[in-house]
């Protein structure tokens, strides 16, 4: 079966180097590294890996439309199966098998930080555990899924069910889109248990995204459009989360 781990990456310069090679460790097959416009050396650092598919955008688009375009290239390289994962050392490569393995019986396999077997190393910022559980309790409302974490970048994908998703959204509120979507196409939906790892509390979404309740008010407007465009679907997402 052909994999690929999709990475989105921006001004990661101190981190992306390890994170590839842990990466490549443990996983053999297709690597897109999607570098959103970095102004470090993160480019630099990337031309020296010379069996990872590296796209360039010109400029700064988002992290929705970083992943977007990296989808489309595992696509195009004909994988069945695609894991998602930062590149900032939050994310633990070694799981990246029981992800994959996880897909036999659902169709979405997404990281949680908050499952009884979550590991925490450092403290989560309260502002940015408090939107994801406004968030997360919003899509359980709508889905009756039970997730715990709706944020959490380290996902896997069957490749056949994310090419059914509607995708379009360039920003950070891409997982609602996502969540919404595959509500309205009837996706399985299982949780995996991992890290809860902060090393950085001053990363900066960007511009206003950086006040919680902006954040939170534009994360809510994302899924509540998303759903607009899903009403005329019948829902039908199953649960197998733990």
């Given at each position: ?54 796209l ?43 992800f ?25 910022p ?47 509120a ?47 407007t ?21």
């Amino acid at each position: 079966m052909r994999d690929a781990v999709v990475l989105p990456v921006y001004n990661e310069a101190p981190t992306v180097a390890s994170v590839l090679e842990a990466v490549r460790g443990v996983f053999d097959g297709t690597i897109v590294v999607v570098d959103d416009g970095s102004t470090d050396r993160t480019s630099e650092v990337l031309r020296g890996f010379r069996d990872v598919l590296v796209l360039c955008h010109d400029e700064n688009r988002g992290y929705g439309r970083s992943l977007i375009d990296g989808f489309e290239a595992a696509f195009a390289a004909g994988v069945e199966r695609i894991v998602t994962m930062d590149c900032d050392g939050q994310h633990e490569p070694a799981h990246i098998p029981s992800f994959l393995d996880s897909l036999e019986d659902c169709d979405i396999a997404s990281g949680s930080r908050y499952l009884p077997g979550s590991r925490a190393v450092g403290a989560a910022p309260s502002e940015r555990v408090r939107v994801n559980a406004a968030v997360t309790r919003a899509i359980n409302e709508v889905t009756g899924w039970g997730i715990t974490d709706a944020f959490c970048g380290f996902k896997a994908y069957r490749a056949d069910a994310l090419r059914r998703l509607e995708l379009t959204e360039d920003g950070y509120a891409l997982p609602l889109e996502l969540w919404a979507e595959a509500w309205r196409c009837g996706l399985r939906v299982r949780e995996i248990a991992v890290e809860r790892i902060y090393h950085d509390h001053d990363r900066s979404f960007g511009a206003d995204l950086d006040d919680p309740e902006k954040r939170l008010a534009y994360y809510l407007t994302v899924w509540e459009r998303s759903l607009r465009r899903a009403a005329s679907e019948a829902p039908g997402g199953e649960s197998c989360a733990g």
